[in-house]
């Protein structure tokens, strides 16, 4: 499994960014993709996630209403998953992470970087 991510960049408070990320070799039914963010001294929080059992999902509360979690699985050999955000804050920054949990185990990918200024 290879997850890369894209979209990340600086915007002003307010403004939108869409994140992608293209999950490659991945070729599972049941499995949670998402995003977790990371700032420097913090743990990395889950921002976002879509399960693809049932299509449900799942926002940090600070996130609500303002980013839509999709995803893209017409290719059978990849799944893209994308992350708008709207209305971004300065709280929003951090490093982006794509992750993917099939069965027992996580991978990630390399983390794309975002800057709100105010």
């Known amino acids: 499994v290879q997850l890369v991510e894209s979209g990340g960049g600086m915007v002003q408070a307010g403004g939108s960014l869409r994140l992608s990320c293209e999950a490659s070799?991945?070729?599972?039914?049941?499995?949670?993709i998402g995003w977790f963010r990371q700032v420097p001294g913090k743990e990395r929080q889950g921002v976002s996630c879509?399960?693809?059992?049932?299509?449900?999902?799942?926002?940090?509360d600070s996130v609500k209403g303002r980013f839509t979690i999709s995803s893209d699985s017409s290719d059978n050999t990849k799944k893209t998953v994308y992350l708008e955000m709207n209305n971004l804050k300065p709280e929003d920054a951090g490093v982006y992470y794509c992750?993917?949990?099939?069965?027992?185990?996580?991978?990630w990918g390399q983390g794309t970087p975002v800057t709100v200024s105010s």
């Open positions: 992750y993917a949990r099939v069965a027992s185990r996580t991978h």
């Open positions: 070799e991945f070729m599972f039914d049941e499995y949670t």
């Open positions: 879509i399960s693809s059992i049932d299509g449900s999902t799942y926002y940090m």
